[in-house]
């Protein structure tokens, strides 16, 4: 089973893929793949988000994806699988850590505070040039220099009521929405496996 394209000018030493079956670590993917033989599909942040790619897997074989608009490829999906020779092409997504800033303290700050602070906190933002994704009371900033040198453009404003963290990439994507993971991985989150609303972001 497999999405490829059967077209009779399609070229026999490439697989085309025009969709995901699934992703390995949700049944019933993960049961199936189970000693299975697993070719796996590396992307980076810019080609994750492409909905149009050519690229080979580590064991040499030749993929073209050609997926619908607003669907990319997230870690763990499923591209292609041969029941009868258990065999599947798999893609492995590498995402970029993500600073967390948490506004979570000026809600005890009197109101004209926490808008002053959240003023100052995204004209500092801007003025590094950063973009950012605002999600409740988180701000989620994409790497764009050394973590240590994001830090200390945070401590060095001392915002009070605010705290910042860096979280990996794939534990934010579930929470944001194609568009926003794209503003945050410039290219690289995943076909929409949004949560549920209401689900706690980290």
């Known amino acids: 089973m497999a999405a490829t394209d059967t077209s009779p000018n399609a070229d026999p030493a490439l697989i085309r893929?025009?969709?995901?079956?699934?992703?390995?670590?949700?049944?019933?993917?993960?049961?199936?793949l189970a000693g299975?033989?697993?070719d796996t599909l590396r992307l980076d942040q810019?080609?994750?988000q492409k909905s149009r790619l050519r690229k080979a897997t580590e064991a040499g074989t030749d993929v073209?994806?050609?997926l619908d608009r607003g669907v990319q490829v997230r870690d763990g999906d499923v591209l292609a699988w041969n029941g009868a020779a258990?065999?599947?092409v798999v893609a492995r997504v590498e995402l970029s850590d993500v600073l967390v800033i948490d506004l979570t303290g000026l809600a005890v700050e009197p109101a004209e505070a926490a808008m002053a602070t959240c003023v100052e906190l995204g004209h500092a933002l801007g003025n590094q040039h950063w973009p950012a994704v605002i999600k409740g009371t988180r701000v989620y900033v994409p790497l764009t220099v050394a973590k240590a040198v994001m830090?200390?453009?945070?401590k060095t404003h001392g915002f009070e009521g605010v705290s910042y963290g860096f979280a990996p990439g794939a534990e934010v994507i579930p929470y944001l929405a194609p568009h926003e993971a794209r503003r945050l991985f410039g290219a690289g989150e995943g076909h929409q496996h949004i949560s549920a609303p209401g689900a706690a972001a980290p």
Request: net charge positive.
């Open 151 to 154: 830090a200390a453009v945070l």
């Open 36 to 38: 299975a033989r697993i």
């Open 86 to 88: 258990r065999a599947a």
């Open 17 to 32: 893929l025009t969709g995901v079956l699934g992703n390995a670590a949700a049944e019933p993917w993960r049961r199936r």
């Open 64 to 66: 073209a994806i050609a």
């Open 46 to 48: 810019a080609e994750a």
